[in-house]
């Protein structure tokens, strides 16, 4: 049995199309696909054609949301049958305010020294096949890094030397050395878990925390059962999605979730690339190798019924 229930395109930052996606999944052995790219719902197009091919699939979406409690961002996978326009205009909403607050950063950087323009680096990424409402902030580090020149002016700012990930997590990303000079960051316009709970309600959805073992691994296995998951549920969270690359120990803790508070399980490979894989992507449909045949089944069957309700 093999199914992925989530994995990106290049609708957000995958590096395959849906189409390429299509031509792969149709003799991959898989049972149910959900495409969940972020901040954009598979359409009606992908499901269907997936349908044509044999597999089930339904409509999907990586979330960007904001626990604004904790004062953290995560990403929830979110599944349904259809969507009301409701939940596309929250969608939307933070596509915008993504792409405000990329435009914002870009101008702080460009003020700051750096060689880098935001309509540029745009055309950078349209003309390299990627959804330009997904850019993120790891892009402008990936952009600005293709001029060489950037990479001189950085010590002749700070006086030290850094690497792509290294200018990202210092100079980008919220807490980074450099941050409070050089970073910018548009307060929230992600949807609060509560607004995500409310909303997987009333479109019947299952609404999954995404590789929380990742998402978390600061606040650690106890914070998370005991003090943030008890949180998302009352908030209507539904779902716990078990990655391919979990843990043993995540496994376990997982399952204890599933059991106290009666939650859904997902799983998926959170594929970027079509026979591509790293520390915290894997194949598509790739399983998480600590899955029974007969947990593997019981998350399929239980992810299905939910959904034909």
């Known amino acids: 049995m093999k199914f992925d229930m989530h994995f990106h395109s290049t609708l957000s930052d995958g590096r395959n199309t849906p189409n390429e996606i299509l031509e792969n999944i149709g003799d991959s052995g898989l049972s149910l696909v959900a495409l969940t790219d972020h901040d954009t719902i598979s359409g009606d197009e992908f499901v269907s054609e997936v349908k044509q091919s044999g597999i089930h699939s339904n409509p999907a979406v990586e979330i960007s949301a904001m626990d604004y409690e904790l004062g953290k961002s995560l990403h929830l996978t979110c599944y349904a049958q259809q969507f009301e326009q409701e939940v596309y205009d929250i969608l939307n909403n933070t596509v915008a305010k993504k792409r405000e607050m990329i435009l914002a950063q870009v101008?702080?950087?460009?003020?700051?020294?750096?060689?880098?323009?935001?309509?540029?680096?745009?055309?950078y990424f349209e003309k390299g096949g990627r959804d330009i409402?997904?850019?993120?902030k790891f892009n402008i580090a990936e952009y600005l890094f293709q001029n060489l020149e950037n990479e001189k002016i950085i010590p002749t700012l700070v006086g030290e030397n850094f690497s792509l990930e290294g200018f990202y997590l210092n100079f980008l990303k919220e807490g980074g050395k450099y941050y409070?000079?050089?970073?910018?960051?548009i307060d929230e316009y992600e949807p609060s878990i509560e607004v995500c709970g409310a909303m997987a309600q009333v479109n019947n959805a299952i609404l999954a925390i995404a590789h929380p073992q990742f998402s978390f691994s600061r606040f650690g296995i106890h914070t998370f059962q005991d003090d943030i998951l008890p949180r998302y549920v009352d908030a209507g969270i539904n779902a716990i999605e078990v990655h391919s690359k979990t843990p043993k120990s995540w496994l376990n803790a997982i399952y204890e979730a599933k059991k106290k508070y009666n939650l859904i399980l997902t799983a998926g490979s959170d594929n970027h690339g079509l026979g591509h894989s790293d520390s915290k992507h894997t194949l598509l449909g790739e399983i998480n190798p600590y899955l029974s045949e007969e947990q593997q089944e019981e998350i399929l069957r239980e992810y299905m019924r939910f959904l034909e309700r």
């Not at 101008?107 to 055309?123: M, P, R, T, V």
């Not at 409402?133 to 993120?136: E, M, P």
Request: avoid cysteine; glycine fraction near 12%.
């Open 107 to 123: 101008s702080k950087l460009a003020h700051n020294g750096f060689i880098i323009d935001g309509e540029e680096l745009y055309d």
């Open 133 to 136: 409402n997904t850019l993120n």
């Open 180 to 185: 409070e000079k050089y970073g910018e960051r």
